[in-house]
């Protein structure tokens, strides 16, 4: 099992879950609840290819990465990580049948990517990552059709562009707004597909 704690570029509502869709993963997240959301991807989705959560997936191995919402170490991460091992411990050494799930564990997936056109173009005042927001809603500044199509969640996706060497290309980070929607709460669903 690995534990990766890591910190989005952007606030964020509460502490998140992300890795692909792998059940083992979501089993031991479901168990350990160091954060209440899981948000899915498909593997080796654009910008995360090569990171170790697909390669605990590609080796068939559990892993666990928490998104706790600001860069370095802060108060958030230290909590998510403590509340993680503490789970872990006791899931693997007390035993399943000790471990009480705290809060069901939220499952959602991204079905809408928005791409910023701009330095301009910017998520629109008030939007952090996990807000819940209305269908119809506006989510960009400088695009009209960037709209919730349904009630949901945004999440700022923000990866440095790259060329084909892998090396940072240029100053303008490459940029996306993601809209994602809830399957159902507590549990696996085996059944959940990825869309984007």
Request: hydrophobic letters at 45%; a neutral charge.
């Amino acid at each position: 099992m690995v534990l990766d704690v890591h910190q989005t570029r952007q606030a964020t509502a509460h502490p998140f879950f992300v890795f692909p869709y792998h059940p083992a993963s979501v089993a031991l997240a479901e168990k350990m609840m160091a954060a209440r959301v899981l948000l899915t991807r498909p593997l080796g989705h654009e910008g995360h290819s090569g990171c170790i959560d697909d390669f605990s997936h590609a080796l068939d191995i559990p892993l666990v990465a928490i998104e706790v919402g600001q860069r370095g170490d802060n108060p958030m991460s230290r909590v998510c990580a403590r509340q993680a091992m503490a789970g872990f411990a006791e899931l693997f050494f007390a035993g399943p049948e000790s471990v009480r799930m705290r809060t069901p564990l939220h499952l959602i997936s991204i079905t809408r990517r928005y791409t910023f056109s701009s330095k301009a173009d910017s998520v629109v005042d008030g939007l952090i990552n996990l807000s819940p927001v209305c269908r119809g809603t506006l989510l960009m500044t400088d695009q009209e059709t960037a709209i919730a199509p349904n009630d949901g969640f945004v999440v700022f996706i923000q990866r440095p562009h790259r060329n084909a060497d892998g090396l940072i290309a240029g100053t303008i980070p490459r940029t996306a707004l993601c809209f994602v929607e809830e399957f159902r709460h507590g549990g696996f669903n085996n059944q959940v597909q990825h869309v984007i």
